[in-house]
C-alpha cells in the first residue's frame, strides 16, 4: 500500500459525462502531481500544486480542470473527454514542488476509457 | 533527439544473471538521475536515485551514473522472476529542473 491513494482506480465514462478522479496523500508532503502515462509515450506531466497553488499547468486542455483544496487532497475534474484522453492518471506527491529536487512518490493510478 | 532515451527491450536474462539497464539523457547540466520500477497494471516505485558520478548500491541493485557521457544505467544482480517489469529512467534537468521521463526498458526474468 502506497502513500499515495486514488480513486476509483478504474473509470468508463462516455463523452459527454462529468467525472472526477480523487487523490490522498499521506506523507505529509506539500507538492502534488497529475501524471497523465499513456502506451508507447513517456510519463507527461499535467499539473503541479505546491502548498495548494498551481505552479504548473503543461498546456493541459481545458476539458481537464485540476482543484488542489490542501496540501493532502488533489482531484482531476473530467468533461468532455474525447477517446484519445483514455490513459492512466497517475497522483504523485513530493515534499515541495517539483523544481526544488525531491523524489517524486506516485499513487496506484486511475485506468480511465472514454467511450 | 530523445531528451531521456531508453532502449525499450525487452530485455531478456535467466533467473540468476545481472541485468544491466543503460539510460542516456541530453541535458548536459542535469542533476538528479532516477530509477523506478514498474510492473504491468502498477505505478511506477521508486528503486534508485544518484545525484554524483560513480556508483551507488542498494541490495541487488546498483546505479551507475557517467556525467561526462551522459548515461545512467542500473544493474540487477542475481535477477529474479519478480524482477520482470518495465523500469522507467528520468532525469531532472539543470536550468528549469523539469524530470524528464523515459518510455521504460521491459525486462524478462526467465526462470
Known amino acids: 500500500e502506497t502513500g499515495v491513494t486514488q480513486t476509483p482506480r478504474h473509470l468508463v465514462m462516455g463523452m459527454t459525462n462529468k467525472k472526477s478522479l480523487k487523490c490522498e496523500q499521506h506523507l505529509g508532503h506539500n507538492a502534488m502531481y497529475w501524471y497523465k502515462q499513456s502506451a508507447k509515450k513517456p510519463l507527461e506531466l499535467m499539473f503541479v500544486?505546491?502548498?495548494?497553488?498551481?505552479?504548473e499547468n503543461n498546456s493541459v486542455p481545458s476539458r481537464f480542470s485540476p482543484e488542489c483544496p490542501n496540501s493532502s487532497h488533489l482531484f482531476l475534474h473530467l468533461h468532455t473527454l474525447q477517446p484519445e484522453d483514455s490513459a492512466l492518471y497517475l497522483c504523485?506527491?513530493?515534499?515541495?514542488?517539483?523544481?526544488?529536487?525531491?523524489?517524486?512518490?506516485f499513487g496506484e493510478g486511475s485506468w480511465l476509457t472514454v467511450v | 533527439q530523445k531528451e531521456v532515451e531508453q532502449n525499450s527491450g525487452p530485455l531478456s536474462v535467466p533467473e540468476g544473471a545481472i541485468a544491466s539497464l543503460n539510460c542516456t539523457y541530453s541535458?548536459?547540466?542535469?542533476?538528479?538521475f532516477f530509477w523506478y520500477r514498474q510492473y504491468s497494471g502498477k505505478s511506477p516505485e521508486l528503486i534508485m536515485s544518484?545525484?554524483s558520478n560513480g556508483d551507488k548500491e542498494d541490495g541487488r541493485f546498483t546505479a551507475q551514473l557517467n556525467k561526462a557521457s551522459q548515461y545512467v544505467s542500473l544493474l540487477i544482480r542475481d535477477s529474479q522472476p519478480s524482477d520482470s517489469a518495465t523500469y522507467l529512467c528520468a532525469v531532472r534537468g539543470g536550468n528549469n529542473r523539469k524530470l524528464i521521463w523515459g518510455l521504460g526498458t521491459s525486462l524478462a526474468v526467465n526462470p
Open positions: 500544486y505546491n502548498f495548494k497553488e498551481q505552479t
Open positions: 504523485a506527491s513530493s515534499p515541495t514542488g517539483d523544481l526544488s529536487g525531491n523524489t517524486i512518490y
Open positions: 541535458d548536459r547540466g542535469s542533476q538528479s
Open positions: 544518484i545525484y
